[in-house]
DNA sequence: CTAGACCTTGTCGCCGATGTCAAGGCAACG
DNA sequence: CGTTGCCTTGACATCGGCGACAAGGTCTAG
């Protein structure tokens, strides 16, 4: 598969899978002209790459899944290091929701105390 | 005051009350020699802007509330402009709320699968 | 042979609040 | 006068995923 099927594939562009393999997460062959040639396997970390970027991962949070997937498992998320990942990223979600709640409070009574002063 | 000043009262750094201002949200007096000169409600400005920016709030969106103190109200949110970014924002917040939220159940489902297949 | 579609590498720009450095003017004190 | 510490403007870097372009190599169909 040359890079352009491969975006295709995936979703994504040839930009975004050069940018992945600079960053070691893909590694595709090269043929003699030079191209790159992925198989089916780096379609599937491609995949688990862009799932994991649409829900909020960095590209150093990925790596320990793509590791997993390249090791031989069905998913990327069985191995401790993903495992360890998911955690944390949980904990970051929640933190995340904490903050967000307190802002979304905040800006309640903000709101509700400019509206009472002049309500329009 | 000077500008070292009101940086230190209102907790923030010279760089970024000059920012400010070529954003056009405050607007010191000059002296003679060219210095920037801030009054007490300057100093007011900049809290409100402070506040914001913890909070989320952008550059852009503050505008209204320093255009509202500086109309005279007592609070930046005491103005129809100033109440519909808050609108917005919260509706922002809730949406935000909203997508971590399902991230946080996704990242949970793969947590619990990746326990059940490998407890570790 | 040529046009077009693909590939290669490399570089620049974006966003937005912020740090940091540089070169120079001004003020106050000894 | 010299030093120190403030001020001025201006420019460059940061982070991170991504778009976009340029200059050139390669391949294929007509």
Redesign the pocket.
Known sequence: ???????EQAG??????????A?GLVR?A????????YDEAELRVVRE??EL??VG??????RPFVACLRAGNPSGDACPDSVAVLRRKLAEVDDCLDRLGTVRRHLQEQLTHALATRPQ
């Open positions: 598969m040359l890079i352009g099927e491969l975006a994504t562009s040839t930009r975004m899978l050069r940018y992945y393999e960053h595709p090269r043929a003699a002209n030079g191209y790159r040639r790459i862009r970027l649409a991962f960095g590209l150093d949070d990925i």
